[in-house]
Protein backbone atom coordinates (compact mmCIF):
# COMPACT_ATOMS: atom_id res chain seq x y z
CA UNK A 1 0.00 0.00 0.00
CA UNK A 2 1.39 3.55 -1.15
CA UNK A 3 -0.08 6.67 -0.15
CA UNK A 4 0.46 9.67 -2.83
CA UNK A 5 -0.32 13.18 -1.73
CA UNK A 6 -1.14 16.29 -3.38
CA UNK A 7 -2.61 19.78 -3.78
CA UNK A 8 -0.07 22.06 -2.12
CA UNK A 9 1.55 24.83 -3.93
CA UNK A 10 1.80 28.93 -3.13
CA UNK A 11 -1.52 30.25 -1.46
CA UNK A 12 -1.82 34.16 -0.78
CA UNK A 13 -2.87 34.30 2.43
CA UNK A 14 -6.85 34.33 2.54
CA UNK A 15 -6.63 31.83 0.07
CA UNK A 16 -7.54 28.10 -0.31
CA UNK A 17 -6.34 24.90 -1.30
CA UNK A 18 -8.05 21.35 -2.22
CA UNK A 19 -5.28 18.16 -0.60
CA UNK A 20 -6.09 14.82 -1.75
CA UNK A 21 -4.31 11.41 -1.07
CA UNK A 22 -4.91 9.06 -2.88
CA UNK A 23 -4.30 5.11 -1.81
CA UNK A 24 -2.68 2.42 -3.85
CA UNK A 25 -2.79 -1.06 -3.27
CA UNK A 26 -4.45 -4.12 -3.40
CA UNK A 27 -6.48 -5.72 -0.45
CA UNK A 28 -6.93 -3.61 1.55
CA UNK A 29 -9.42 -1.62 4.34
CA UNK A 30 -8.97 1.71 5.94
CA UNK A 31 -9.54 2.89 8.96
CA UNK A 32 -9.11 6.23 10.07
CA UNK A 33 -7.16 8.71 8.05
CA UNK A 34 -5.99 11.70 8.65
CA UNK A 35 -4.04 14.88 7.64
CA UNK A 36 -0.59 16.03 9.97
CA UNK A 37 1.30 19.14 9.11
CA UNK A 38 4.86 20.07 10.25
CA UNK A 39 6.15 23.43 9.80
CA UNK A 40 10.60 23.82 9.62
CA UNK A 41 11.81 23.44 13.22
CA UNK A 42 8.62 22.16 14.75
CA UNK A 43 6.91 18.81 15.73
CA UNK A 44 4.42 16.89 13.38
CA UNK A 45 1.04 17.67 14.25
CA UNK A 46 -2.59 16.69 13.62
CA UNK A 47 -4.45 18.47 11.61
CA UNK A 48 -7.78 16.39 10.99
CA UNK A 49 -9.03 12.77 11.09
CA UNK A 50 -11.79 11.43 9.79
CA UNK A 51 -12.73 7.80 10.81
CA UNK A 52 -14.48 5.09 8.45
CA UNK A 53 -17.92 5.97 9.32
CA UNK A 54 -17.30 9.94 8.65
CA UNK A 55 -17.04 11.16 12.37
CA UNK A 56 -14.03 14.18 11.93
CA UNK A 57 -12.16 15.52 14.26
CA UNK A 58 -9.41 19.01 14.08
CA UNK A 59 -6.33 20.38 15.66
CA UNK A 60 -7.83 23.71 17.95
CA UNK A 61 -6.13 25.92 15.31
CA UNK A 62 -8.00 24.81 12.60
CA UNK A 63 -10.89 27.13 13.84
CA UNK A 64 -13.70 25.93 10.99
CA UNK A 65 -11.50 26.90 8.44
CA UNK A 66 -10.50 23.13 7.03
CA UNK A 67 -12.74 20.41 5.99
CA UNK A 68 -11.32 16.70 6.10
CA UNK A 69 -13.27 13.87 3.70
CA UNK A 70 -12.84 10.92 2.59
CA UNK A 71 -14.38 9.17 -0.87
CA UNK A 72 -14.24 5.19 -0.21
CA UNK A 73 -14.73 4.74 -3.98
CA UNK A 74 -11.92 6.71 -4.88
CA UNK A 75 -9.59 5.55 -1.90
CA UNK A 76 -8.64 9.30 -1.73
CA UNK A 77 -8.44 11.31 1.73
CA UNK A 78 -9.00 15.04 0.95
CA UNK A 79 -8.34 18.36 3.13
CA UNK A 80 -10.30 21.31 1.91
CA UNK A 81 -8.83 24.60 3.70
CA UNK A 82 -10.07 27.74 3.73
CA UNK A 83 -8.74 31.08 4.86
CA UNK A 84 -4.80 30.11 4.92
CA UNK A 85 -3.07 31.81 7.24
CA UNK A 86 1.15 32.12 6.80
CA UNK A 87 1.00 29.83 9.94
CA UNK A 88 -0.31 27.35 7.89
CA UNK A 89 2.57 26.56 6.21
CA UNK A 90 4.28 23.42 5.77
CA UNK A 91 4.18 19.94 4.67
CA UNK A 92 1.11 18.51 4.99
CA UNK A 93 1.33 14.28 4.98
CA UNK A 94 -1.37 12.07 5.12
CA UNK A 95 -1.60 9.44 7.25
CA UNK A 96 -3.54 5.77 7.52
CA UNK A 97 -3.93 2.68 9.69
CA UNK A 98 -4.65 0.12 7.37
CA UNK A 99 -5.44 -3.53 7.38
CA UNK A 100 -3.37 -5.04 3.97
CA UNK A 101 -3.99 -9.07 3.44
CA UNK A 102 -0.38 -9.24 3.91
CA UNK A 103 0.96 -7.06 6.60
CA UNK A 104 -2.14 -6.71 8.38
CA UNK A 105 -2.70 -3.79 10.92
CA UNK A 106 -0.25 -0.76 10.31
CA UNK A 107 -0.08 2.89 9.88
CA UNK A 108 1.17 4.34 6.53
CA UNK A 109 2.27 7.75 5.26
CA UNK A 110 1.69 9.65 2.26
CA UNK A 111 5.10 11.37 1.13
CA UNK A 112 4.06 14.93 1.69
CA UNK A 113 3.06 17.94 0.27
CA UNK A 114 4.33 21.76 0.88
CA UNK A 115 1.89 23.95 1.41
CA UNK A 116 3.44 28.07 1.23
CA UNK A 117 1.25 30.24 2.20
CA UNK A 118 2.40 34.47 1.37
CA UNK A 119 0.94 37.16 3.56
Known amino acids: VQLQASGGGLVQAGGSLRLSCVIH????????MAWYRQAAEHARDLVAS???????EYGDFVQGRFTISRDSAKNTLYLQMNTLTPEDTGVYYC??????????????WGQGTLVTVSS
Open 25 to 32: GNEFVTST
Open 95 to 108: NGNIWTATRGNGAY
Open 50 to 56: ITRDGRA
